[in-house]
């Protein structure tokens, strides 16, 4: 196969951030993509309707002249989130879900939840609602091993969260572990899972092997190889239950290659052309519209987006090492592999 043609996709995990970087990277989603799930952790975060929909004025004052792209707005939800106001903004389309960090898990994340009881009723109006919540799932236990943090997490918090609040909708974020690959899978029609690109083609020894490299540095970290192969499995299956959210999370080059780096990796540029060739590797190029195109909107309610993209595979594709900003350079995520599929 040398073509392939897939309803435009969507991302239903990305950081657009503010001002300068928010103009620089906007362009770059919305090249390929037709919607995205807006994260709101904005310094302060994005915790009310009004706010939501001001960010979005702003994502859409960012993009290219006659860009089709919307973005899908979020809910930053706090121990202090007024049910109302969050219940109200779903109503009037203002935004698609909430999405619950626990306090200290990952950047921007310091006003997150650190007692789960305080959000029951609001988790509560949620579920009676239909809003989605999107987690973040890591425990944040110093005594718990950064590798093991999702796992546990899906033990300590999500289970009981999901057995509290029957019938809310839940997106696992970024899951990294063949546990969370397997916790989505059996958790039935009101459970999901977004994977990122990169995870499908790092493991733990891209960040630590030869020096510390960075730009490879993301949360939740990226974990053993095992737990690469069975993201790639569960991607590449076509199952319902899982489909692309990027995590594209830019930080300026200055504060990755740093004695205290931030965790993100940026891959809106090439995302498309490293699918490609990660399931064309998997036998499953077929599959790659469920995945990036189908199950998302599926889960999430909304239509598959009516127009197409195309990629065709030839020589290497080139993109940029980095992409600059009015504040500085942002580095693209480098696959370490030659890209075959371009996007027409
Ligand atoms: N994934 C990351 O490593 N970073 C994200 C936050 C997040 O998604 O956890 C960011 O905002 O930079
Ligand atoms: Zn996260
Ligand atoms: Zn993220």
Not at 169 to 181: F, K, P, Y
Request: with cysteine; aromatic share 6%.
């Amino acid at each position: 196969m040398t073509q392939i043609t897939l309803p435009r996709p969507d991302d239903w995990h990305l950081h657009l951030r503010d001002g300068a970087m928010l103009r620089a990277v906007a362009p770059e989603t919305a090249r390929h993509f037709g919607r995205a799930i807006i994260m709101p952790n904005l310094v302060p975060p994005v915790t009310t309707g009004a706010e939501a929909s001001a960010y979005r004025d702003r994502i859409l004052a960012a993009l290219p002249e006659g860009a089709r792209f919307t973005p899908l707005m979020t809910l930053y939800l706090t121990e202090e989130t007024d049910k109302d106001d969050l219940v109200q903004a779903h109503r009037e389309g203002i935004i698609t879900a909430v999405k619950l960090y626990p306090a200290g898990a990952t950047t921007n994340s310091a006003s997150g939840v650190r007692d789960f009881d305080k959000v029951r009723p609001v988790l509560e109006a949620m579920a009676e609602n239909g809003v989605p919540l999107c987690v973040h799932g890591e425990v944040v236990d110093a005594d718990v091993d950064i590798f093991d943090r999702e796992a546990v997490f899906i033990d300590r918090v999500l289970d009981p969260i999901r057995r509290a609040t029957p019938g809310l909708r839940v997106v696992m974020e970024h899951i990294t572990t063949a546990q969370g690959v397997d916790y989505a899978r059996e958790g039935g029609p009101d459970l999901g899972a977004t994977i990122t690109t990169h995870h499908l083609v790092i493991n733990r020894n891209a960040i630590l092997v030869g020096g510390i490299k960075p730009h490879y540095y993301c949360l939740p970290v990226a974990k053993r190889e095992e737990h690469r192969l069975a993201l790639r499995r569960a991607a590449t299956s076509g199952d319902p239950s899982y489909f692309l959210g990027t995590d594209s999370a830019p930080h300026l080059d200055p504060l990755k290659e740093n004695a205290c780096g931030c965790a993100g990796c940026f891959t809106a540029t090439n995302t498309l052309s490293i699918l490609a060739e990660v399931f064309e590797q998997e036998g499953a190029l077929d599959r790659l519209s469920a995945f990036a195109s189908l199950n998302g909107p599926n889960f999430y309610g909304l239509p598959v987006n009516s127009d197409k993209v195309t990629l065709t595979k030839g020589d290497p594709v080139t993109y940029p090492a980095k992409i600059d900003t009015a504040d500085g350079p942002v580095t693209v995520f480098d696959p370490m592999m030659p890209l075959h599929w371009r996007v027409e």
